[in-house]
């Protein structure tokens, strides 16, 4: 489904630009500001893990914009701010464990 920027509305997005042949990149809508001028994007697999931002919602009239399935927006909103970029799932390293050793200590030998 194709979308104009005064159908937009939350969710993820193809887009392209009509002017040269390039391939699609994605683009996720959270929010729409109260007057209705901005937009609160984020570029969920942007190569550079560029930021997410406000950008006017004109901007969209000037590119073919495909909507995408619906997904868990607030977790990728909350992951953009964490990690500061949508990120594939990732392999967590565990912390190697040390073993610690009690010692006995005499109390004379203690000083308060």
Same mark, same amino acid.
């Given at each position: 489904?194709q979308?104009?920027?005064?159908s937009?509305t939350?969710?993820? =997005?193809? =887009?392209t630009y009509?002017s040269?042949? @390039?391939?699609?990149? =994605?683009?996720?809508?959270h929010?729409?500001?109260? @007057? ?6 984020s =570029?969920?697999?942007h ?13 969209f ?8 399935? @619906?997904?868990d927006?607030?977790?990728h909103?909350? &992951?953009?701010f ?5 990120? &594939? ?7 190697p ?5 009690a010692?006995?200590v005499?109390? &004379?030998?203690?000083?308060?």
């Amino acid at each position: 489904m194709q979308a104009s920027s005064t159908s937009l509305t939350p969710g993820r =997005y193809q =887009y392209t630009y009509p002017s040269f042949v @390039d391939r699609p990149q =994605y683009i996720t809508v959270h929010f729409l500001t109260p @007057d209705g001028q901005q937009a609160f994007v984020s =570029y969920p697999k942007h190569p550079n893990h560029k930021a997410a931002q406000l950008i006017p919602v004109r901007w969209f009239a000037s590119v073919v914009l495909v909507r995408l399935v @619906d997904q868990d927006l607030l977790m990728h909103l909350i &992951e953009t701010f964490l990690t500061g970029w949508s990120v &594939e799932p990732r392999v967590i390293k565990s912390l190697p464990t040390v073993k610690l050793q009690a010692v006995s200590v005499p109390a &004379e030998r203690l000083v308060a």
